[in-house]
């Protein structure tokens, strides 16, 4: 399991005080209010950043760092991680997961069948939905819901997965127009 979560990746400025805008990675942005330090992985390689300053705007989180006090030395972080230790991480519910400890996962139909990788996790709104790789560079997208998520088996890191009737074939219309 990986001993880092992502809680959130920088986009750009805001203003000229040295403050990042971040779209968060995690169920609850106020959690940011109680954090003290991240942990960046941007350019630069990775550091660990003290917060000196927590706002909201819209669905983003607009973070200071103490030590980062213009736009210029701000604009270093653009396209940065942000990440906790898992000690630090949000409990999780019954049945919830990181994302981090999803990512990579041997995905198999309930009937037995390879589909590949979990390579990542998209977020829209109503549900995740798995995109999971084949070894042939298929996609996959599976909605993170009841009916098509059996079971995990982190310690076996594997998934399995029902593939409800048309799910393939909205599948490979969509790969289809993307090809042409």
């Given at each position: ?99 981090a400890d999803l990512i990579g996962l041997s995905a198999a139909s309930d009937t037995g069948e ?67």
């Amino acid at each position: 399991m990986e001993e880092l979560i992502q809680i959130g990746a920088v986009t750009g400025t805001h203003g000229v005080r040295g403050e990042v805008k971040a779209f968060p990675t995690t169920d609850d942005p106020a959690r940011y209010k109680e954090l003290k330090k991240v942990i960046v992985t941007s350019k630069k390689g990775q550091e660990i950043l003290e917060i000196a300053g927590v706002k909201f705007f819209k669905q983003m989180v607009i973070l200071k760092f103490r030590g980062i006090d213009d736009m210029d030395a701000a604009q270093a972080y653009k396209g940065a991680k942000l990440y906790v230790e898992r000690g630090q991480a949000v409990p999780l519910e019954a049945d919830e997961y990181y994302y981090a400890d999803l990512i990579g996962l041997s995905a198999a139909s309930d009937t037995g069948e390879p589909l590949g990788i979990v390579s990542d996790i998209l977020q829209t709104g109503a549900n995740d939905v798995y995109v999971i790789r084949s070894e042939s560079g298929l996609e996959l997208l599976v909605p993170a819901i009841k009916d098509c998520v059996k079971e995990v088996r982190l310690e076996r890191k594997e998934i399995i997965l029902h593939l409800l009737p048309g799910l393939r074939e909205i599948n490979a219309r969509k790969q289809e127009k993307q090809g042409n």
